[in-house]
């Protein structure tokens, strides 16, 4: 896999950074204080947002509420997402669309740098993600990009510029 540019730089993929799943796995609660305990019928599947890939049998998985970054005041939207409960070693790839997820659609939703939703472009898989993500980050008032499920609408990473 090559790193992805666009007219300013190259694009960083990020999953929910580590220190703050440190933080969150070390805490047994999650920012809204739910306490967190392995899920006995983890769901096979879905999305992980500690190391970009979808769960796989037999796993432990916590399912956590999260605020993700680079939105403010009414924007900021608290939603659950899956981790893994223990360490996992994060996303491998940070220069790269994650291919576990790229057969996915997803909205590509754009926040400019005040915190606020600039625009959401509904996309089919990866190829067509990265060319939205592209274009989005090459315009100057896009600070960052998120990727959300289609149906449900829940986090899944952050594109920003390197
Ligand atoms: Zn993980």
Request: glycine content about 10%.
């Amino acid at each position: 896999m090559t790193a992805i540019k666009t007219a300013t730089g190259t694009l960083v993929f990020e999953p929910i950074p580590g220190a703050e799943l440190a933080r969150i796995r070390g805490a047994s609660a999650d920012e809204a204080g739910n306490a967190l305990a392995p899920l006995a019928d983890a769901p096979v599947g879905s999305p992980l947002r500690c190391c970009l890939r979808e769960v796989r049998a037999g796993e432990r998985i916590l399912l956590i509420a999260y605020t993700p970054p680079g939105t403010a005041g009414a924007y900021a939207e608290r939603g659950p997402v899956f981790i893994h409960a223990d360490a996992c070693g994060g996303y491998p790839t940070p220069w790269a669309y994650p291919p576990e997820l790229s057969h996915r659609q997803q909205v590509v939703r754009a926040y400019d740098h005040e915190g606020r939703i600039a625009t959401g472009v509904l996309v089919d898989d990866g190829d067509h993600a990265t060319e939205a993500i592209r274009e989005l980050l090459g315009q100057p008032d896009v600070a960052l990009v998120q990727l959300r499920n289609v149906g449900f609408g829940c986090y899944n990473f952050t594109v920003r510029r390197a």
